[in-house]
């Protein structure tokens, strides 16, 4: 068969494919509105934990671990701060009285003299240790932090980097999180996609049956089914690729204005044509999938009379 016979059968199909869709226009719209949010709702949060792990990134690791002593038994300072000192890496160790900790407490929280008067002094002494810049790797700071937490007279430790991985690993498990959704729904337009072109077979049995009597092979009956199917996928990506540019405006004015009230500026970076081409592309490969399954297993029950 030449590429010109193909390429006709091909058009044809295409076509046939359009009118399927045109037939029901309603439903056709109600099936792609549905699609639509099931491919829109892990892009939309794929896209947040992409824009949170960017937030994360743009912090850099202080490098500085502040340690506190403990207040009842406070060991010997010189010997602490020697062994600090001692430590790989370290840059500089300070250390800060319980005097000089209350009189910071008090400016910071605008008390002025207030806490003079106290009888005893709640805070402790601690050392505020700096790392050297090239030694500062999140996992270095957390294995260091957590070896000077278990000195003896060490109260606690406090890395000020915690926090951000902390973060970091709240963003990994909506990440992993968003990817199951993406499956679990994906599977959801396969189904959807399949039931309609189920109900389309169905609708066209006797057409079937009269095309196979007369030679049309399964490949030729197939392929209108797999192009619905496949523009049915491609239209439910192109309305997700709305609803998550819609979705995103929304939160990037939410996420300006809470920054807004902290002083800071602060938005959402939307996703690159990249994005768009592989929504797009999945799309249309699950609902060509879709299409496929329900075919072949319905057109073996179809058989001339």
Excluded: C
């Amino acid at each position: 068969m030449s590429l010109r016979i193909r390429l006709h059968q091909h058009r044809e199909a295409f076509d046939d494919a359009l009118v399927q869709l045109g037939r029901a226009p309603g439903s056709t719209l109600l099936t792609t509105l549905v699609l639509a949010l099931a491919l829109a709702l892990p892009a939309i949060l794929l896209v947040t934990t992409d824009n949170l792990e960017r937030l994360t990134d743009g912090f850099d690791a202080p490098g500085t671990l502040n340690v506190f002593l403990h207040p009842e038994e406070p060991p010997d300072r010189e010997a602490m701060e020697e062994r600090l000192r001692e430590l790989d890496g370290i840059k500089a160790v300070a250390y800060t009285p319980p005097d000089q900790a209350l009189e910071e407490a008090a400016d910071l929280l605008g008390l002025g003299d207030a806490l003079a008067d106290m009888p005893d002094n709640p805070l402790p002494g601690s050392f505020r240790v700096t790392v050297a810049p090239d030694r500062r790797a999140p996992e270095r700071m957390s294995a260091l932090a957590e070896d000077i937490d278990g000195w003896s007279g060490v109260d606690q430790v406090q890395y000020e980097r915690q926090w951000v991985e902390r973060f970091q690993a709240v963003v990994d498990f909506l990440r992993s999180l968003g990817g199951g959704i993406a499956l679990i729904l994906g599977g959801v337009v396969i189904l959807v996609i399949g039931n309609t072109i189920r109900l389309a077979v169905a609708a066209r049995r006797r057409e079937i049956e009269v095309v196979k009597m007369i030679g049309g092979t399964d490949a030729f009956v197939r392929r209108p089914f797999l192009y619905a199917g496949l523009m049915q996928g491609l239209l439910a990506a192109v309305g997700a690729g709305v609803l998550v540019a819609m979705a995103l405006a929304f939160l990037d004015a939410a996420v300006a204005d809470l920054a807004a009230r902290y002083g800071a500026r602060l938005g959402l970076e939307g996703p690159g044509a990249a994005f768009y081409g592989n929504l797009l592309l999945a799309g249309g490969a699950l609902g060509w999938l879709g299409s496929r399954v329900a075919v072949r297993r319905h057109l073996r029950e179809i058989e001339p009379a």
